[in-house]
Nanobody, 121 residues
């Protein structure tokens, strides 16, 4: 099977920076799009940023210019560099990846368990 493990969440002051990481492991044949979602209390989960295996990226408007998504295909890892953090960025951040297993011809979406980011003074 597959595991996605996030790390890097923390309490940070407004204007600060954080770097989230998400590593995929298991019986992986290939990984397509990888992305970061977030869910604040009482709100729906929303896409923050996504990146293809070729490096094309897409961002939610509210994080453009502040967040940068990147990936290391050799390490099956995706990163989210967050800068100029605001209180409204507070949420649980989830990693998502489209993964094809060695035992399958069809890719499926997998989720991590999430990492808490809190922006507060």
């Amino acid at each position: 099977q597959v595991q996605l493990v996030e790390s890097g969440g923390a309490l940070v002051q407004p204007g600060g920076s954080l770097r989230l990481s998400c590593a995929a492991s298991g019986s992986i044949f290939s990984i397509g799009i990888m992305g970061w979602y977030r869910q604040a209390p009482g709100k729906q989960r929303e896409l923050v940023a996504a990146i293809t295996n070729g490096g094309s990226t897409n961002y939610q408007n509210s994080v453009k210019g502040r967040f940068t998504i990147s990936r290391d295909n050799a390490k099956n890892t995706v990163y989210l560099q967050m800068s100029s953090l605001k209180p409204e960025d507070t949420a649980v951040y989830y990693c998502n990846a489209e993964i094809r297993l060695r035992s399958s011809f069809i890719p499926s979406p997998y989720w991590g368990r999430g990492t808490q980011v809190t922006v507060s003074s």
